[in-house]
């Protein structure tokens, strides 16, 4: 697993703009620099073109320019040298990561362009876009500060322990970013907070998406996978969620269509919490007879695809939220698998000391998973022991760590 080793920083309207220059705003950008070299992380300023700064009556290099400011730095001009692939090809960046020594799940690249865009796509890189001078393109997660840059990395960028729950064989692949409960006094704060979040549309939902999105990244999860959707709530009907946007926005960055309605929920299951409540429990059966694909999911906003893009040899990236004994996720695997799909899930948390319990595959009994299923004497499949899978125990309070920085993070002081 990489954590973030390099940044690579366009030009136009991300360090200074032509049209609205604002010398405020380049300090903000040059103290994002100088925390850059305070944690240790390198930097690239990459441009297609020559610029050059009017100071002191004369147009001076931008190079020279900056260097006033940020001493020597790694400056790379595809019109310096032609042998430089230009952006937005995918060589271009491949030649700034060859150069500088850094893997690809290891780089974000910082711009504000369409070219910056393709740049970033082309080569597979985590996209922040910078709006702090102008907002010329709808790709990438938006920045409106350099502060909101640095907070960024610094909450999600540099930690250590990305999941603390994963297991991964041929029934079964997830990951968690760290124990869900309530009752436990190092859970309970970013616990309360994701099911506010994900039950109530309260809590940090930013704090949840820059969490499970760096994870994603950097683990090198996102590179195996060709779709991205959300298991949907308990209600009839396609539910909202507060991860199907920025996972429409991640998925952009990586060429990876996130499908919002994959999943439809054609009855209302039991709540799992409500049934416990009344002296009874609810079995994987809940799920799986309440949900089927869609065969004709949402592409975008206005269309939809003709027939499933689901096949042998694709891949979708199933999240949830909160995960207790697996049922929602175990099910949405099920019938995914039945179009030949292959599927890794995810959720934010997962409930403390309960197993996973899956059902035994239907390899060898197939149905029809675009239209509503009736299941009954189910034969349970692999059982997974919570202990057993808890990957890195330091996870947890590394987690609690930066949430409790979250809103309170500001500049280091010797800045």
């Known amino acids: 697993m990489a954590t973030l080793s390099g940044v690579i920083l366009s030009v136009e309207d991300t360090i200074l703009s032509k049209e609205n220059f604002d010398h405020d705003i380049f300090l903000e950008v040059t103290k994002l620099v100088k925390f850059l070299r305070l944690k240790n ?18 147009e001076v290099p931008l190079k020279d320019y900056l260097t006033q400011y940020w001493g020597k730095f790694h400056y790379i001009c595809t019109s310096d040298d032609p042998s430089i692939p230009k952006k937005p090809k995918a060589e271009s960046t491949q030649y700034v990561l060859t150069r500088m020594g850094w893997e690809p799940n290891s780089v974000i690249y910082v711009g504000a362009s369409d070219n910056d865009t393709f740049t970033a796509v082309n080569g597979k890189l985590l996209f922040l876009r910078a709006t702090w001078y102008a907002n010329k393109t709808d790709y990438g997660f938006e920045f409106d500060k350099p502060s909101d840059v640095a907070k960024y990395i610094d909450i999600f960028c540099l930690r250590e322990h990305l999941w603390c729950f994963a297991l991964k064989d041929d029934e079964f692949e997830f990951y968690a970013l760290a124990p869900f409960s309530t009752m436990l006094s190092q859970y309970t704060l970013y616990s309360s907070d994701a099911k506010a979040t994900a039950k109530h549309g309260l809590g940090h939902p930013d704090f949840w998406v820059g969490a499970l999105v760096s994870s994603l990244y950097f ?48 009855k209302s299951a039991v709540k799992s919490q409500k049934a416990r409540v009344q ?47 697996g049922h929602s996720l175990v099910a949405g695997k099920e019938f995914i698998q039945q179009t030949g799909a292959s599927v890794i899930c995810v959720s934010w948390l997962k409930t403390i000391n309960t197993d996973i319990q899956t059902v035994k595959p239907f390899k060898e009994k197939s149905f029809d998973p675009f239209k509503p299923q009736q299941f009954s004497g189910l034969s349970m499949g692999k059982k997974y022991e919570y202990r057993t899978h808890m990957t890195d125990n330091l996870a947890p ?19």
């Open 41 to 58: 992380i390198d930097f690239v300023v990459f441009t297609n073109r020559k610029f050059t700064v009017t100071t002191g009556g004369k």
């Open 279 to 325: 002296g009874g429990s609810v079995d994987i059966s809940n799920q799986l007879n309440t949900i089927h694909l869609n065969k004709t999911p949402h592409k975008s906003e206005d269309s939809v695809y003709a027939r499933s893009p689901l096949k042998q040899g694709k891949t979708v990236l199933l999240i949830d939220d909160i995960c207790t004994q």
């Open 397 to 415: 309070a590394e987690l609690k760590r930066i949430f409790e920085q979250y809103d309170s993070w500001d500049w280091p002081k010797d800045l």
């Open 219 to 266: 683990s090198g999860l996102h590179s195996r996978i060709d779709y991205i959707t959300t298991y949907p709530g308990h209600k009839q009907g396609v539910s909202s969620n507060v991860m199907i946007l920025p996972m429409n926005i991640f998925g952009k960055c990586f060429r990876t269509p996130a499908i919002p309605d994959l999943l439809i929920r054609h």
